[in-house]
């Protein structure tokens, strides 16, 4: 359980940090171009993660376990899938509702992947918790789904949304929802019945995700303008964006070791304390206090994860 927790506390870190980058990024952007931004950025966090996970597995010398993985149609096929669910998909998802509903109801409906999880991996993975375990961690997904909902209350603007990009945005939220779900369900599922090395299903995964995202951006650029406004190339900048994709390379490997050893379930409710951290790491980043509401958020978050982490 430990990996999962470290996982969310890493994560938590990469999400405040790479906030920074994007407030960087899309000053003097049109509101309508900032999701266009959070893709690339989304996209840019990916590829380094790639590269470093490529690198990684070099220095452990994997990359033959990753050929063979590879080899293997009958299960290469459902992790590629996965990779894009939760990778591109996902993310591409979060992207995009955030800048049609709002960043705070898309973090509040995004923060429902355990749930959706939970439900398919009873399905095919055939875990199962006790009642009280199952009643902690829907509190928690509350708690942590008010948390992202008041974390970004502060920093919200008056805009009013038009009921079709409403429709897109809880759309979008929803794949979200599926493609990480999705996700920690298929990596429990590679790794305890089909005996894939965590770390090789990971390095397939960032490679998808990060080709899918290329195959995607690309084309782009050379269509939208929004993408040939420079974003800030000191070289502090270019560092903060290595830094915080290696955190989110640190964070996956973590993650999908807790789902080996402990199971999708466990791991998401370790893996979703990112709130608390990513919250805390905002707010020294800020220099502000944050209200007691989300406090009692991280507390209730914290006791939820304690409790379904638990061996009894």
Same mark, same amino acid.
């Given at each position: ?25 899309? !000053? ?13 950025? /989304?996209?840019? !966090?990916?590829?380094?993660? $790639? ?26 096929? +459902?992790?590629?899938? =996965? ?43 055939? *875990? ?33 949304? =038009? ?20 996700? /920690? ?17 990971? !390095?397939?995964? *960032? ?6 995202? /290329? ?44 789902? $080996? ?28 206090? +944050? ?17 379904? $982490?638990?061996?009894?």
């Amino acid at each position: 359980m430990k990996y999962s927790l470290i996982s969310g506390l890493f994560w938590g870190l990469d999400t405040a940090l790479l906030a920074v980058l994007v407030a960087l990024s899309v !000053h003097g952007l049109t509101p309508s171009a900032v999701w266009y931004v959070g893709v690339v950025g /989304a996209c840019v !966090h990916d590829v380094v993660c $790639a590269v470093i996970l490529w690198i990684y597995m070099a220095c452990r010398s994997k990359l033959r376990e990753t050929v063979a993985l590879c080899k293997r149609t009958k299960l290469i096929v +459902p992790i590629v899938l =996965s990779s894009l669910l939760g990778g591109s998909i996902g993310m591409t998802g979060y992207a995009i509702a955030a800048s049609n509903i709002g960043a705070g109801y898309a973090a509040a409906i995004s923060a429902l992947y355990p749930a959706f999880g939970i439900v398919l991996s009873s399905i095919v993975l055939c *875990e199962r918790l006790s009642a009280l375990k199952y009643c902690a961690f829907a509190v928690t997904l509350i708690a942590v789904g008010v948390l992202g909902y008041c974390s970004c209350a502060e920093s919200s603007t008056a805009t009013v949304f =038009s009921p079709g990009s409403i429709v897109l945005g809880l759309i979008a939220a929803i794949f979200s929802v599926i493609g990480w779900g999705s996700e /920690a369900v298929a990596c429990a599922w590679a790794t305890r019945k089909q005996s894939v090395d965590d770390e090789v299903m990971l !390095h397939v995964r *960032e490679t998808v995700s990060a080709l899918s995202y /290329a195959l995607l951006i690309v084309p782009l650029c050379t269509i939208l303008p929004v993408f040939s406004v420079k974003i800030m190339q000191s070289a502090g900048f270019i560092a903060l964006a290595i830094f915080i994709a290696l955190l989110g390379a640190a964070s996956y490997l973590c993650y999908y070791r807790g789902i $080996a050893q402990v199971g999708a379930t466990r791991a998401m409710a370790g893996n979703i304390t990112y709130a608390v951290w990513s919250m805390i790491a905002a707010a020294l980043l800020s220099q502000t206090i +944050p209200p007691l509401i989300a406090w009692v958020c991280c507390v209730v978050i914290i006791a939820g994860t304690v409790v379904v $982490a638990s061996e009894k």
